[in-house]
């Protein structure tokens, strides 16, 4: 009979290190597990946290007071030139079976961490790409009722780092879903990849816990002639014209400013990287610090693209 475990730190699931206990915490190995596990929830009272690979994520340092669920799904498997996988595969695996299988369509992927159901709910992109363009259907179960939902690319409702799965708010659990690929030449998907990496290990803070870019980058027309002046150089198609929200922050002389063991990244200034010690409020001080700065100077508001636990 599976069961909740009771007060379990989150840190250790959060890729910043930083986080307070769950009040309970499940494992689900299996789709059936998750379906036991949101009904049990349900009977207790308890509201449910869906918890990814946790790359994307700023968890409170009061934790969750309910159930912290983490779909470990974690099969792939190929058809042709479709693959289907479980929400809780890494996209770092997603990618290497990818390459063993000859399937090209991901290389835009290359360093991208979490899972893929995080990456779903979250349209995740880079390079100018978006998983949505992978997609070909989801599977998901109603946080509420159990119910299984199957949704096609349409309906799932993919925009800028959206989807129908997080305007939902944690409504539905991600199972799995099939995407769409290309039969291509192993090597030269590997080689791709592996230029996506090395291009983030050249520009990220990778070597401090991170939750990658804190907040959305910003559409050109929100950002005034005169601003813009100073950013030509780095507009960029994503998948939309934008201004780097990095290059504002660095604009605004906001670089290495730091509270607590939190510390606005001096290589990547839309990184706040934890150099030891970090709490949630840290982070929270320099989000709410960045937001306000880049107000008064630029007039922009700036958005989290990270989700506050
Ligand atoms: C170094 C670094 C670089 C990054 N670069 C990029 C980038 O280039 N592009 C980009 O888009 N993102 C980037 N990210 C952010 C992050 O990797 C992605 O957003 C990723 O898709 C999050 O997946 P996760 O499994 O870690 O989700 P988590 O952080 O665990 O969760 C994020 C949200 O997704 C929800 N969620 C997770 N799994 C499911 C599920 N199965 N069903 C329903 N909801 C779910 C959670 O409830 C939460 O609200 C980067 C992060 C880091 C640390």
């Given at each position: 009979m599976p069961k909740f475990q009771e007060n379990v730190s989150l840190a250790g699931f959060s890729n910043y290190k930083i986080g307070g206990p769950a009040k309970f915490f499940f494992e689900a190995k299996n789709q059936q597990d998750v379906a036991w596990a949101v009904g049990e929830a349900k009977k207790l009272g308890e509201r449910v946290f869906i918890l990814g690979g946790g790359t994307n994520l700023l968890i409170s340092d009061d934790g969750f007071n309910g159930l912290v669920l983490k779909p470990s799904l974690n099969f792939i498997e190929a058809d042709g030139e479709m693959l289907m996988a479980g929400a809780g595969v890494l996209m770092f695996e997603l990618l290497d079976f990818s390459v063993a299988k000859g399937?090209?369509?991901?290389?835009?992927?290359?360093?991208?961490?979490?899972t893929l159901g995080g990456a779903i709910r979250g349209n995740a992109g880079a390079f100018g790409r978006e998983i949505k363009e992978n997609i070909i259907q989801v599977e998901s179960i109603d946080t509420n009722n159990a119910e299984r939902h199957t949704r096609n690319n349409q309906e799932c409702g993919f925009g800028y780092r959206n989807s129908i799965f997080k305007e939902l708010n944690g409504g539905e659990v991600i199972l799995s879903a099939f995407l769409k690929m290309e039969i291509g030449d192993a090597a030269a998907i590997k080689k791709i990849m592996q230029e996506k990496i090395d291009y983030r290990l050249s520009r990220q803070p990778l070597d401090y816990p991170n939750i990658g870019s804190i907040f959305k980058n910003v559409p050109v027309e929100l950002v005034s002639p005169e601003v813009l002046k100073d950013c030509a150089d780095v507009?960029?198609?994503?998948?939309?014209?934008i201004v780097p929200a990095a290059r504002l922050i660095g604009l605004a002389g906001l670089?290495?400013?730091?509270r607590g063991g939190a510390m606005i990244s001096e290589?990547?200034?839309?990184f706040i990287i934890n150099t030891g010690g970090a709490t949630a409020a840290d982070v929270k001080y320099l989000i709410d610090l960045v937001k306000k700065k880049i107000k008064d100077k630029f007039g922009i508001t700036l958005e989290e693209e990270v989700q506050l636990l």
């Open positions: 399937l090209s369509g991901l290389e835009w992927a290359g360093g991208l961490p979490g507009i960029k198609q994503d998948p939309f014209p670089k290495r400013t730091a290589k990547h200034g839309n």
